[in-house]
């Protein structure tokens, strides 16, 4: 399967909002997301409108979208972080970031580098950025995940944290300056 990977429009809020939906529906969700279905359902036009309209421009968020054809199969958002400013547990960045967060690649496509390929954008945008790696955490349960972020160059960083999801682990992939638009 041939994938494309590009940022998120504004104008596709309801596309986004949909993968969003599917994405807290599945199996693994409880240990992969901090919202449940129901918190994300309930949320106005208004709110997915905003988000997808800061997804789509600008340095500090950007979310990736991996297309099939016409179908969404994946996507991913990063969020960018200031020093001194609370990341999305709460915690104080101490060194500015790129957190990876809202992985998501629906399970029929799944093990055909869309993960892969979505990873490549996001270190490709932060890299262009000026960022040294990209940040993420996972649920220490959640080793379908582990194991796709370390296919994808991502290594444990030794730092593990109790969330609102339980017990995390964080990974970290380097971004090396000199492999500018060569990919992972």
């Known amino acids: 399967m041939s994938v494309v990977v590009r940022r998120v429009r504004a104008d596709e809020w309801r596309r986004a909002r949909d993968l969003r939906l599917e994405a807290v529906r599945d199996p693994a969700a409880r240990i992969a997301f901090l919202h449940s279905y129901e918190e ?44 001194g400013t609370p990341d999305h547990h709460g915690r104080i960045v101490e060194t500015p970031r790129a957190d990876v967060v809202g992985v998501y690649v629906r399970p029929d496509s799944r093990g055909e580098g869309t993960i ?10 932060t890299r262009r950025l000026g960022d040294g790696s ?34 995390e682990l964080e990974m970290a992939f380097a971004l090396d300056a000199d492999a500018a638009g060569e990919g992972k």
């Open 116 to 125: 892969e390929a979505l990873f490549d954008a996001a270190a490709q945008w």
């Open 40 to 83: 994300e359902a309930a949320r106005e036009d208004a709110f997915w409108q905003s988000r997808a309209r800061g997804a789509a421009v600008g340095a500090e968020v950007a979310q990736f979208v991996a297309e099939s054809g016409e179908d969404w199969v994946g996507t991913l958002s990063v969020l960018r972080r200031e020093a």
């Open 134 to 167: 990209l940040m993420l955490d996972v649920h220490v349960d959640n080793v379908r995940a582990q194991a796709a972020y370390r296919r994808c160059g991502f290594a444990e960083t030794g730092l593990r944290f109790t969330g609102s999801i339980g017990p």
